[in-house]
């Protein structure tokens, strides 16, 4: 059921006050998160050579066998699900900040991107006091 253009306009304004609110979040919301299959290949069989040394060491009674075996296991689902990196050349953050018209006008450094974190967060919150109290 498509929607209808007052729910399209609607939605678009959402996402709007989304990206102008939390750029960050919008830019992690709108990511496509896939994982290369190689990554998933090579977990799956330190996964399987971690088991079997662990199964070695209990049925030899080799403790230190099964402990190795432990830790390449761990080591491989780790591999599996830690993010991966990325280049250098890559940028993160926000691309700039949308406005009321929906246009996106660049992100350009500021004194306010270097300030502290805290900083940051206060500057959001007396915003959203300010909004709330009209």
């Known amino acids: 059921m498509p929607l209808s253009e007052y729910e399209q306009r609607v939605l678009e304004q959402m996402e709007r006050q989304l990206t102008s609110d939390d750029p960050r979040l919008a830019n992690t919301l709108t990511q496509r998160g896939h994982r290369p299959f190689g990554r998933y290949v090579i977990a799956g069989v330190g996964a399987s050579v971690g088991l079997l040394l662990l199964v070695l060491g209990a049925a030899n009674s080799l403790p230190w066998l099964g402990v190795i075996g432990f830790v390449v296991m761990f080591a491989a689902v780790a591999y599996a699900f830690a993010a991966p990196h990325r280049s250098?050349?890559?940028?993160?953050?926000?691309?700039?900040?949308?406005q009321s018209d929906g246009q996106v006008k660049p992100a350009t450094p500021t004194a306010r991107q270097k300030s502290s974190f805290m900083s940051r967060l206060e500057e959001r919150w007396e915003r959203r006091r300010g909004e709330s109290g009209r």
């Open 88 to 98: 250098t050349g890559h940028r993160s953050g926000p691309r700039g900040v949308v």
